[in-house]
């Protein structure tokens, strides 16, 4: 006779294998779903990358190649001499790098403040907060230029990194995340240990919020390093070119150069590949917070 414990314990194990061949299916299909994603979402840079490596007459062959050639550092080569590619790559890393810089710091304290504390208006403003995000950025091109131009930051860099120092994105998106991950009671202690308000905000709060931090930075620096239309605007002179300017200017009225383009696009790409890739970690536990219960 097998005893009643085996009987269970054989029993769990038909109900596991059952379960798994009824999923198995469900599960392929996923799979097969997000590879093709991936492969989709993935081909636009390799096809980048292989037009940086071939010429422009062989772009307009057909059928089109689709394996690296051997051109790419000729491509390079003609960006280096042709274009002041290292100039307008410096004034686009100043821009991107201090934007964001002002970004988490003072859309986290605005964050952090409309969180946790208690102060005079504090609804109403917050209403208007999320009203300006409604708000066309097109809508704002010609107040911000005359504010510029009596300013005198015409043909600036600070034009491009001071009017974008907070955002209303940010600030709502850090007094979301600070909400549901910064508690009561972390603030009680720090209190009692003698914290004053921004030490509040630079001690006990930011150190929790480096995931929101990191996906607020990512989001910031890809936007102000691919932002061309307001640089449009208010910058002329081309030592002040961002990176997305020197490529627009690079099409020239009667011909243009595609293999030049692709390569000084490419190497305007792997920088936003390297801070993604730095900085995914902390992006993806941004968005998985609260998926887990403690």
């Known amino acids: 006779m097998v005893p ?12 596991a294998v059952a379960v798994k061949k009824t999923r198995a299916p469900g599960t ?7 590879i093709t994603g991936a492969i989709l979402s993935l081909f636009p840079f390799y096809w980048l990358l292989v037009m940086s490596t071939a010429t422009t007459a062989d772009m307009f062959r057909f059928p089109p190649r689709l394996l690296p050639g051997d ?6 080569g ?8 290292f100039r307008s790559f410096g004034n686009n890393l100043l821009v991107a790098g201090t934007h964001t810089a002002l970004v ?5 304290l605005a964050g952090f403040a409309f969180a946790k504390f208690q102060f005079p208006a504090k609804a109403p403003l917050f209403f208007f907060l999320l009203a300006t995000m409604m708000v066309p950025q097109q809508l704002g091109l010609i107040p911000q230029f005359i504010i510029m131009q009596k300013l ?7 034009a491009l990194i001071v009017p974008g120092a907070a955002s209303a994105f940010g600030i709502f998106w850090m007094r979301q995340y600070t909400t549901s991950v910064v508690h009561d009671e972390l603030i009680n202690a720090g ?7 921004f030490d509040l905000y630079w001690r006990v709060a930011l150190p929790v919020l480096r995931p929101a931090l990191a996906t607020l930075g990512i989001i910031t620096f890809l936007g102000s390093w691919n932002d061309y239309l307001w640089p449009l605007v208010v910058i002329s002179v081309q030592e002040k070119f961002t990176i997305q300017m020197l490529i627009a200017s690079m099409n ?13 696009t490419l190497m305007a790409t792997v920088p936003l590949i390297i801070v993604f890739s730095l900085f995914s970690r902390q992006f993806i536990a941004g968005l998985m917070q609260g998926s887990v219960k403690d």
């Open 191 to 197: 209190r009692i240990d003698g914290c004053n308000s």
């Open 104 to 108: 988490l710091f003072f859309c986290s």
């Open 152 to 158: 005198g930051w015409i043909n600036d860099l600070k």
């Open 252 to 264: 020239g009225v009667y011909s243009t150069d595609y293999s030049m383009v692709m390569a000084a």
């Open 4 to 15: 009643s414990s085996s009987k269970v314990s054989f029993g769990r194990v038909i109900t």
């Open 28 to 34: 392929l299909w996923l799979h097969v779903v997000m």
């Open 71 to 76: 051109q790419l550092l000729v491509n390079i």
């Open 78 to 85: 003609k960006v280096l001499d042709h274009v002041g590619f």
